[in-house]
Every structure is written in structure tokens, then in C-alpha cells.
């Protein structure tokens, strides 16, 4: 993907991560989204050497049940200047860490807070539908989206959207089962090697995979996120400030938003109606990702790559430029996403293994693997690319050494 020339947004390396904080990942968290949310930003606070009434913005996910006054109330904090939202869902976090690095460079903020928090598994569990495509498989029209030609007529979850996107690439392509199998296995792989992971003691290999059990063909058991509650919280300052702060900063070198030209309205399932339903909004976020980075994807050392799914990764292999159109099947079998491999994946474990908190641990990974306290360090690793939800929109940000 020819993307070395530098645009003139300016804003590389002037902001930096400098705080990380988590949860516990879990099935049943037993908690409010408030605490998990209360926990992972007081960590992250604590992790930078920072507390409360240094920060004067916050950045939450639209889809986030915690409101921005709710954790300033928790947290005690004292003087927020700027209070942002984005998303939806998984686009959220990459977008979120854009949203804090325009509100500090247009000086509305000087620390912004970033989380996430959900129980995902215990209490708000996104594959069952959601409220308005429960009420829209009962009355047809009205609904402002095209929403309205899908929900009624059973097409109602993600899991069903991304199973239609890898049968279409199968049919165009000839990618196979093995090879989405390859990418569940290296995300456990990860897994295992991180205390923090959900699957950390589960071992998968390829008969494992293929002998479980259909969810929506050709997606298997494994091929799916892990439906979880926890939280994940970031702070980001600028550059100069951050040389203040406990652990060494982790400079963002870019990040981009954007969606495909032939974008419908609604959340994942008006796909279908476009030209190619195996294009990623990927495809215009990388674009603009690379240009403002003034690099491109030879030179990213790793890679955090949202993985709802197992096809998801696939498709941005190919759309971040790691390999050509139609080739992300072979690119994943050959071993280039495993450890040692010239572009190891989610080496905390991802959403397939160590737990789904919609994006915003990958922000989290991707720190670490430039802090170089990763579970799965990649030696000498100095550019991670982070990327967010890739439906409906896409989002994405590459993160840098200091």
C-alpha cells in the first residue's frame, strides 16, 4: 500500500499514553459497570503516577452504559474542561484516542481519561439482539435505517453478518476453514502465555477447532469473540507533560477514522446491499492512517487487530496492506501472525482469548508491547498498529516507542 508521503495534520508524537489500567476479565464480574469502570481508571491513573484532579477530560464509548458525570463523581475528579463521546461499540477506542489527542493539541484539555467498561457476558450480552432489533422484528417501517430490510427477517447479530462475509470470501477467494482456524489458534497461543487471559490455560489446535460446534457457518465456537465483563481505562497527555509521569510514555504517532464511499445507514447488516461485502471501511481508514504516520505497513512491528471474529482479522490483513486482496487466508496459515512470525498478532491473546472489552484492550496491548512488558513481547518491537471496530465504521491508531 504506497502511503510514505506525510500529510499536514502535524500531530505526530505530540501526544503519548502514559497511564494503563484493567480489570479482571470474567464470565461474572458481580460488579456495576461503574465499578469496573472506577477500577481501571484508578489504575491507570495510578499506573502513570497521576491522580484525579489532574485530569480535566474524559472520552467515553456511545455505547457505554457509564456517563461521563458518573465517573467524575466516582474518581472525585474536580475540574473537567472537556467531556467527549464516540463510537459505536468496537470502533469506539481507536476513535476515543483521537478524540483526547484533538481535544489536548485545540487546547481543551491537558490529561484526558479513556475507558471502557461493560459486563458483557453477566448482564448486556450483544449477540442476543439488541433492543431495537427486537422491537424492529415486530413492526417493519419507520425505523430510519436500513435495519428495517434485515432485523424482522432473522439477519440480527453480529455473528450472523461476519459468518455471510466469510462464506463470500471462501466463494471469491478460496479461503478455508483451516486457515480461519489458524487465526483462532495463534490469538490462544497469545492467550496462554498471559496470566490475564480467559483462555490462558486452554491449549487449542487445529482437530480441537474443527471439531467444534457450528454457530453460523462457516464460523465455529472458536471463531468467536469471547463475550465478557471487565474494563480497560487510558490517559493521555501531551508529549511535553508526559516526560512527568511514572512509567515511560507511549508516543501515538497517528490515528484515523473514516468509513467506505458506499457507506448505508444502520449498524453492521446493510453490508449486504453494498458492491463488495468483503471491503472494510479498513480500506479508507488505512489510507489515511499511513499518510499521516509517514509509514507504512512494512514498518509496523506488530499489531493489536480487532478480532470479533476470526474473519475480522483476515479482512484486515488484507485491508491494512499486509497482504493483497484475497491472500489473508494463505498469509495467516503461513505463520506470519504467530510468535516469531514477521507480523505477530494480539500477543495478549485478543478477543478470541483473552477477553472483549470492545477494542479498548488492545489500546491496553499495545501500550504494553511498546513499554516492552508484554506477556508476548516481540523483541525490539517500535510501531504496534491498533485497530478498532471494522463495522460499520473503522478506526485505527499506530502507537510508537519513546
Known sequence: MPARQTDDFGHQDRCAIVGIGSTEFSRNSERSVLTLATE?????????????????????CDHDHVTHNDLVCSLGIANLTYQGQVGPGGVGPCAMVGQAVAAILSGQATTVLLYRSLNGRSEVRFGSGTASARDAAVTVGGQGTYDEFFLPFGLMTAGQTFSIMAQRHMIEYGTTCEQLGSIAIACREQANANPAAQMHSKPLDMQTY???????????????????????????????????????????????????????????????????????PAYSVASTLYARAGLGPDEIDVAQLYDCFSISIL?????????????????????????????PINTGGGHLSEGYIHGMNHVVEGVRQMRGDSSGQVPHAETCLVTGGPLPTGSAVILRKS
Open 315 to 343: 479482512l484486515q490483513l488484507e485491508a491494512y496492506g499486509f497482504c493483497e486482496k484475497g491472500e489473508g487466508g494463505p498469509f495467516a496459515e503461513s505463520g506470519a501472525i504467530h510468535r516469531g512470525g514477521a507480523l
Open 40 to 60: 481501571a481508571s484508578a489504575a491507570a491513573l495510578a499506573d502513570a503516577g497521576l491522580s484525579p484532579k489532574d485530569v480535566d477530560g474524559i472520552v467515553r
Open 210 to 280: 474443527l471439531a467444534s460446534r457450528m454457530i453460523s457457518t462457516p464460523l465455529r465456537l472458536y471463531d468467536y469473540c469471547l463475550e465478557t465483563d471487565g474494563a480497560c481505562a487510558v490517559v493521555v497527555t501531551s508529549t511535553d507533560r508526559a516526560s512527568d509521569t511514572r512509567k515511560s510514555p507511549v508516543l501515538i504517532r497517528a490515528v484515523a477514522q473514516g468509513c467506505p464511499p458506499d457507506m448505508r445507514g444502520g449498524m453492521m447488516f446493510p453490508i449486504v446491499m453494498r458492491d463488495s461485502i468483503t471491503d472494510l
